[in-house]
């Protein structure tokens, strides 16, 4: 999912929730406006591949025209750069979506080959040192400027281009081979058919309706795959401990020992790849480019947290052990929690101790509200409304709206949900910024939000979920940037999961929770004794996620540290160390796709950028649907995408630097 955008060497952003930490335990106006994008159809491979060559002699052309370009251009080399993203973008863009969403393997592969095209287009192009020689030459008009030209170097220098050509090339075999495996690597987990057969008796505690419609096997065993509204229920719910052993072994064996391979390959080759330029670590080479500036100082940061949580975590677990002894009447010492009881005796102790059972909020939540729900918050804080669009797209469950800004009428965005699990789609919840915007040429973004919600309805912790993707896909939609390279969601990727996060908290706000009534007039409000309760409760066994979140960006970092090592032999020895332990034959990291691509020594950014996001939550307090505040947001943070520096950002919305107390009061609640 990492794409190597051909303006800068940083993500064009594939933003997913966090592993584990908002999936947590497993778990209309009255006229249609025309839409400002309308998504390609392709009916087969060889309209994909058509599209694909006349992209590629596109940019083909664009750079032969550019290289001849006299030194003297000023900025029009910027906005010639900035027209060849463009042009990929208009191609690869959707169909960077439509791999991850496409019923049709034929067009899914197809759409994967393409990328890789381009991806070699890219390493090779961003290695011209004829192109660096006059990026060098441009004299900026303005801070914007200057910011993307330095971008714009910095990706040049990063694809190698003032490397000695023995190291050139190998840097752009590197380059291509990365690609490579990453694709391989989504392609695995995305198409896993992975099933776990069970009888009726052994799914005792699961809500029927996650396996009832399920496939039988010869013995009429339900059939249950990975599908996280499938999966989640039974780790969460079943009360026979091995049928949460089964299918818990199941869902951290996805993608295999063929995964881990590809994964150890790409910790070589970046490792590698960061040798070129001197670097001793992929983690020093990656972090030189985002608000960390180095390994050194993401170590730093994460010692703070680890600090915050760990006794925490370890007083979490001892409430959920002595639950379980009583439960279990067995003696406290002979019991312990395996990894596959977390989540059954959090939800357990939850319940038990706040009352509050996650599956309740399903009757408040309908699927399809909840989508609504989350239009009519940008509605109030951003005066934008999200109007359904007929178009025709990739599968029935598929939606497209356009989004108008109610101060002016006019659309200024397109956005696609697709929300729905199903056979080889994307399995996980995330955001395609996959078309941006230039103020420059009148272009409009457009983002699509894939997601796998349960089609009754949502829990609470699955609207946190969706409200994240909204939050990226907002990011998206209301960014307003003179160059497409730095729209939207392109921005620092230890700052990219902040305006997502931010918004995770609004589902606990009563006054929030009121706007169902406005787009769903069947729907019963939550009681408020019950919010109460799960306000309460959301602080419960915080121990548990933020130390595990922990562990990952600490894993992350080591992974792609001075020493490259072995995937799963590292996560068995760092995993091995927590409380809990780990589990021999379980291989989390072969279906950890933030890893393989997206986020290689990123995963920090998660907890990084949350320190952000409660900062800006701040100027939130007591008024998250504030039309003032939000146009201010919206005004500096979301407008701006990339092209001003995250810190600038914030400073400006807040009125001051920002700083991490408000993380911390948030984490000791
Ligand atoms: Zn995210």
């Not at 991850?100 to 290695?127: G, M, N, W």
Request: include cysteine; aromatic fraction near 10%.
């Amino acid at each position: 999912m990492k794409k190597q955008s051909l303006a800068r060497g940083l993500a064009r952003i594939v933003a997913l929730a966090a592993l584990g930490l908002t999936a947590a335990t497993q778990a209309a106006a009255a006229t249609s406006p025309a839409a400002t994008y309308t998504m390609p159809v392709y009916k087969s491979a060889g309209d994909v591949n058509a599209a694909c060559d006349r992209m590629m002699s596109d940019l083909k052309s664009a750079q032969t025209a550019l290289e001849e370009l006299p030194g003297t251009s000023g900025t029009t080399l910027l906005q010639q750069l900035d027209a060849m993203y463009r042009s990929y973008e208009d191609t690869d863009g959707p169909m960077s979506l439509l791999t991850a969403v496409h019923p049709d393997k034929a067009i899914r592969d197809a759409t994967e080959a393409c990328d890789l095209r381009y991806q070699a287009f890219s390493a090779s192009f961003q290695q011209s040192a004829k192109v660096l020689a006059l990026l060098k030459q441009v004299q900026p008009a303005d801070g914007i400027d200057r910011r993307f030209l330095k971008d714009t170097m910095d990706a040049f220098e990063d694809a190698g281009a003032a490397l000695p050509e023995d190291k050139r090339h190998r840097a752009e075999e590197l380059n291509n081979q990365i690609s490579k495996l990453a694709q391989e690597f989504e392609r695995r987990v995305r198409e896993d058919k992975t099933q776990v057969a069970f009888t009726e008796a052994e799914l005792k505690g699961v809500p029927p309706e996650a396996w009832k419609n399920a496939k039988r096997d010869g013995q009429g065993r339900y059939l249950l795959g990975m599908a996280y509204p499938v999966s989640g229920p039974v780790i969460e719910r079943a009360v026979n401990p091995k049928t949460r052993e089964r299918m818990w072994r199941a869902f951290q064996s996805r993608g295999g020992q063929d995964n881990l391979d590809t994964l150890s390959q790409l910790v070589a080759l970046r490792h590698e790849y960061a040798g070129l330029f001197g670097f001793d670590s992929f983690a020093n080479f990656a972090e030189r480019r985002r608000m960390s500036g180095t390994e050194a100082e993401v170590e730093k940061f994460l010692g703070t947290v680890k600090g915050a949580v760990e006794q925490r975590e370890k007083a979490d677990i001892e409430l959920l052990r002595g639950f379980k002894a009583r439960e279990t009447h067995r003696p406290l010492a002979d019991t312990k929690i395996e990894r596959w009881d977390v989540g059954y005796y959090t939800e357990r102790v939850r319940r038990a101790k706040f009352s509050i059972d996650e599956e309740q909020f399903r009757q408040y939540f309908p699927s399809d509200a909840s989508v609504k729900f989350v239009f009519r918050i940008a509605t109030r804080l951003f005066n934008v409304d999200f109007v359904p669009v007929d178009e025709p797209l990739w599968h029935a469950d598929a939606r497209a709206f356009a989004v108008v800004d109610l101060a002016t009428h006019q659309p200024i965005a397109t956005f696609y949900v697709d929300l729905y699990p199903r056979e080889d789609k994307f399995s996980h919840a995330a955001m395609w910024g996959f078309r941006n915007p230039s103020t420059a040429v009148g272009r409009l973004p457009a983002g699509g939000l894939v997601a796998n919600l349960d089609r009754k309805g949502l829990t609470i912790d699955e609207l946190k979920t969706l409200l994240h993707e909204f939050g990226h896909g907002l990011h998206q939609v209301l960014s307003h940037t003179r160059y497409a390279s730095q729209g939207g969601t392109n921005v620092l990727l230890d700052f990219v999961e902040a305006p997502s996060q931010m918004l995770e908290d609004w589902v606990y706000d009563p006054k929030v929770l009121a706007l169902f009534k406005e787009v769903c007039a069947s729907c019963k409000p939550v009681p408020p004794a019950l919010l109460a309760r799960a306000d309460k409760a959301r602080h419960f066994a915080k121990g548990i996620v933020f130390s595990r979140q922990h562990l990952y960006a600490s894993y992350d970092l080591a992974m792609y540290g001075r020493e490259p090592q072995d995937p799963l032999k590292l996560w068995s020895r760092m995993e091995g160390a927590t409380p809990l332990g780990h589990v021999e034959g379980s291989m989390l990291p072969a279906s950890f796709g933030h890893l393989a691509s997206g986020y290689p020594a990123g995963y920090y950014g998660y907890l990084w950028s949350l320190v952000i996001a409660e900062d800006l939550r701040t100027a939130f307090e007591g008024k998250r649907l504030s039309a003032e505040v939000g146009k201010r947001y919206r005004d500096t943070v979301l407008a701006n995408g990339g092209q001003v520096a995250p810190q600038e950002l914030v400073r400006e919305f807040l009125g001051r630097p920002t700083d991490s107390r408000a993380f911390f009061k948030s984490l000791n609640k």
